[in-house]
């Protein structure tokens, strides 16, 4: 099952006693300043798989299944045209290429949608990745929210931050990149913080604001009219104290 993101996927695999699972299978990272064709790479590389049929019961190859339903409407497409009178050397040409086509393209655009994502499979990587793309995901709901310059940054940078961790995970294994793979989540973990000051100064700004407008000029029963001023609060009284 994969979970789509805006900045990636994750891929579950759901236990058969119904639990939820801990762990994605896979993890897959978008590239930053990613366009809408880039953005499609991702529901490509996160489609459906393939059905495939088994070309013999000895031999590990396979065919697609919609590449053997294109050679059979190939077949009588090209039989109709044939009896229409088109020339065998455009239509018999046209109904091999078609199923060739549909066995072989999906994977030349599988080579190129990867070319816009990084993704890991390891499980210490991936357990890794997670705790980054949580903290990633915070900054973009944060940046989802509100029109702050500072907020949209923050999501920028830790686009850049989980490209450049899912980059050191899919060439070293954790090990081997632990004190880089530390300062990424250091800096992301520095935005998260930021953000959520940012966010607590926006609450208490806005509440400020309420809070004035409402100890405005305006009466409880609306506006007054032009030239009337609000009349002064009273000055509380104490009775006078008796011995």
Known sequence: M???????????????????????????????GATLA???????????????????????????????????????AA????SHGIPADLVLPAMALAPLLTEHLPDRIDDRAREYVRSVEDESACRYLQRLAALHTYLVQAAADSDRYELHRSAEIGQNLLWDAAELLQNQNTREA??????????????????????????????????????????????????????????????????
């Open 79 to 82: 039989l109709f045209a044939l």
């Open 178 to 243: 632990s004190a880089r793979l530390i300062d990424r989540e250091r800096l992301m973990v520095q935005l998260a913080d930021q953000v959520a000051h940012t966010l607590e100064r926006t609450r208490a700004e806005s509440a400020a604001g309420s809070a004035d407008q409402t100890r405005g000029d305006e009466s409880p029963l609306g506006p007054l009219p032009p030239g009337f001023e609000p009349a002064a609060r009273p000055t509380p009284t104490h009775p006078a104290l008796h011995r």
């Open 38 to 76: 880039q953005r499609l790479a991702v529901r490509w590389l996160t489609r459906r798989p393939a059905h495939r049929i088994a070309l013999t019961s000895t031999s590990p190859a396979s065919l697609r299944f919609s590449a053997a339903a294109v050679a059979v409407i190939s077949l009588f």
């Open 2 to 32: 994969h979970e789509r993101t805006g900045w990636g996927w994750l891929t579950w695999t759901v236990p058969g006693d119904g639990t939820l699972p801990e762990l994605p299978r896979q993890i897959g990272v978008l590239t930053p």
